[in-house]
T-cell receptor, first 115, second 114 residues
Framework: AQSVTQPDIHITVSEGASLELRCNYS??????LFWYVQSPGQGLQLLLK??????LVQGIKGFEAEFKRSQSSFNLRKPSVHWSDAAEYFC?????????????FGTGTRLQVTL | ETGVTQSPTHLIKTRGQQVTLRCSSQ?????VSWYQQALGQGPQFIFQ???????GRGNFPPRFSGLQFPNYSSELNVNALELDDSALYLC?????????????FGSGTRLTVV
């Protein structure tokens, strides 16, 4: 069965500093990988996804992620964080169950941005 | 595009009661999934409906059931509510049956069981 681990529960960075959120996955086949962001009281917004091809994926809001098969990782990065990036970030792996597609999420990393 | 709308936004129920949560998907989205997000956790897959039939289910008991209607709306029903059912319930819709995982999530219904 697939699983996702986000080792950092809470991260605090200063505005303008760089950011890296860690994600490790376990999946038997080539994974479909995702990063979502959730602001308080809101649903999930897709930041970026990896299906195949170039292992460096660009997303919205200036985020990028790099797929490293050898490390089973899909870390999210941003070169300069803005105060509006404060939110909960979830890494997910997509897999089939029956004929359905489901997302298995990690427990999330809460990002706090200090001014 | 009207997005995914869920109702109600908040709900308080008593243990043992039944609850129905509603989701209105984007037009043309024939696939809907439901997720349960407990406090401090990531969302967990409950089930998925494609063209009004359940086509996949997570590790949830049968008292969690659903319906999908031709007008792109859907329902999540939970019978015999337990305290552990307190969570944010998210609906996600897609235009393809798991094709590209291009899900649009609603803002969720916060269910509190007392």
């Amino acid at each position: 069965a697939q699983s996702v681990t986000q080792p950092d529960i809470h991260i605090t960075v200063s505005e303008g500093a760089s950011l890296e959120l860690r994600c490790n996955y376990s999946y038997g086949a080539t994974p479909y990988l995702f990063w979502y962001v959730q602001s308080p009281g809101q649903g999930l917004q897709l930041l970026l996804k990896y299906f195949s091809g170039d292992t460096l994926v660009q997303g919205i809001k200036g985020f990028e992620a790099e797929f490293k098969r050898s490390q089973s990782s899909f870390n999210l990065r941003k070169p300069s964080v803005h105060w509006s990036d404060a939110a909960e970030y979830f890494c997910a792996v997509g897999a089939r169950t029956g004929t359905a597609s489901k997302l298995t999420f990690g427990t999330g990393t809460r990002l706090q941005v200090t001014l | 595009e009207t997005g995914v709308t869920q109702s109600p936004t908040h709900l308080i129920k008593t243990r043992g009661q039944q609850v129905t949560l509603r989701c209105s998907s984007q037009s043309g989205h024939n696939t809907v999934s439901w997720y349960q997000q407990a406090l401090g956790q990531g969302p967990q897959f409950i089930f998925q409906y494609y063209r009004e039939e359940e086509n996949g289910r997570g590790n949830f008991p049968p008292r969690f059931s659903g319906l999908q209607f031709p007008n792109y709306s859907s329902e999540l029903n939970v019978n015999a509510l337990e305290l552990d059912d307190s969570a944010l319930y998210l609906c996600a819709s897609s235009a393809r049956a798991g094709g590209d995982y291009g899900y649009t999530f609603g803002s969720g219904t916060r269910l509190t069981v007392v």
